[in-house]
Nanobody, 124 residues
Framework: QVQLAESGGGLVQAGDSLRLSCAAS????????KGWFRQAPGKEREFVAA????????YYADSVKGRFTISRDNAKNTVYLQMNSLGPEDSAFYYC?????????????????WGQGTQVTVSS
């Protein structure tokens, strides 16, 4: 069992930056693919970014490419999502997830463990 805890969300203005963190409970979680998803009110959960266990492979949704950066520090069992140039369309609940898949996945059904989420609100 892997427990994930997100932090770093908050209320910011358009154009600002935020960095989300996701701490995992187990050191072996460093072997898991990690991903970030988000869900806005009335919308389905959508993929944001994912990173391989080694950190060498990353994927991004087109909507965040060039603005968001996913990274991980396996020594700290933590994955990060640096979000720059935020806009109101980025407002959502952001979830960290872990997948035991060998390949980086972009669909939520491929992820085994989920955090409780952290709210990001961007005002215009």
């Amino acid at each position: 069992q892997v427990q994930l805890a997100e932090s770093g969300g908050g209320l910011v203005q358009a154009g600002d930056s935020l960095r989300l963190s996701c701490a995992a409970s187990r050191r072996t979680s460093s072997q898991y693919v990690k991903g970030w998803f988000r869900q806005a009110p009335g919308k389905e959960r959508e993929f944001v970014a994912a990173i391989s266990w080694s950190g060498t492979t990353t994927y991004y949704a087109d909507s965040v490419k060039g603005r968001f950066t996913i990274s991980r520090d396996n020594a700290k069992n933590t994955v990060y999502l640096q979000m720059n140039s935020l806009g109101p369309e980025d407002s959502a609940f952001y979830y960290c997830a872990a997948s035991s898949s060998l390949l980086v996945r972009t669909t939520s059904t491929e992820y085994n463990y989920w955090g409780q989420g952290t709210q990001v609100t961007v005002s215009s």
